[in-house]
C-alpha cells in the first residue's frame, strides 16, 4: 500500500507549530514506502483546503478571481520530478539545494500573491480567529521521470501535466490554527 508519513505529525492531527509560519516554518521529516510498480519519479504538494478567498479580510483581490484557484486552497508548496530511488525528504530540505533529491524541482505557490517566496515550502498560516484549517500533503507516483516544467509552473498547469501519468496517491492530512 502507497503511503506518506512523517514523524512529526499525525495523520488527522495537529501540525508542529515548528513546521508552521509561527514557528521555524521549515518541511516537516516526509517518507514513503509501497510506490507501485512501474514508478519513474514522485511529485508532492502541500495544500490549505480551507482557504476562505471571499472573505474580506482577503487583502490580496487578484486571487479572488474566478479560476484562480480550484475552490477554496491555497497551494503552500509543490515540487516534482523527485527521482523513484528516493523515498523521504529530510527535515528543512525545501529551499536547501543540499538537501534536495537531485533533479528534484520546487515550483510557484500561489503564496506569491501575498509577497512570499513562492517556491519553497511554506508552513500553515491561517488568520487568526479562524478555526484550523485542513492542510493535506499529497504525493504522486508518476510513471515518468521528469515532468519537464519549470520552476514558474502553477498549480493547474502542473495538475494538466499529471494527466496519464499517475499511477498512485497517498496522502498525509493535519490541522493548524490560532
Same mark, same amino acid.
Given at each position: 500500500m502507497f503511503s506518506l508519513t512523517s514523524p512529526e505529525i499525525v495523520e488527522q492531527g495537529l501540525i508542529p507549530t515548528r513546521y508552521t509560519a509561527d514557528g521555524e516554518n521549515v518541511l516537516p521529516p516526509l517518507s514513503w514506502s509501497g510506490a507501485p510498480e512501474g514508478a519513474k519519479s514522485f511529485a508532492l504538494t502541500f495544500i490549505d483546503l480551507d482557504m476562505p478567498v471571499e472573505e474580506t479580510w482577503n487583502p490580496y483581490p487578484e486571487i479572488q478571481k474566478v479560476g484562480a484557484f480550484p475552490g477554496d486552497i491555497l497551494v503552500h508548496w509543490i515540487i516534482c520530478d523527485i527521482p523513484s530511488s528516493v523515498t523521504s525528504l529530510?527535515? $528543512?530540505?525545501? $529551499?536547501? @539545494?543540499?538537501?534536495?533529491?537531485? $533533479?528534484?524541482?520546487?515550483?510557484? @505557490?500561489?503564496?506569491g500573491a501575498f509577497g512570499l517566496s513562492a517556491n519553497k515550502f511554506f508552513g500553515p498560516a491561517p488568520p487568526v480567529g479562524h478555526r484550523a484549517h485542513k492542510y493535506?500533503?499529497?504525493?504522486?507516483?508518476?510513471?515518468?521521470?521528469?515532468l519537464e516544467l519549470s520552476p514558474e509552473t502553477i498549480y493547474m498547469d502542473f495538475i494538466n501535466a499529471l494527466k496519464e501519468k499517475v499511477l498512485a496517491t497517498a496522502s498525509l492530512t493535519a490541522y493548524f490554527g490560532h
Open positions: 529530510a527535515e $528543512g530540505a525545501s $529551499g536547501n @539545494s543540499e538537501l534536495l533529491p537531485p $533533479g528534484a524541482k520546487e515550483l510557484t @505557490s500561489e503564496l493535506t500533503f499529497v504525493l504522486y507516483a508518476l510513471n515518468v521521470a521528469t
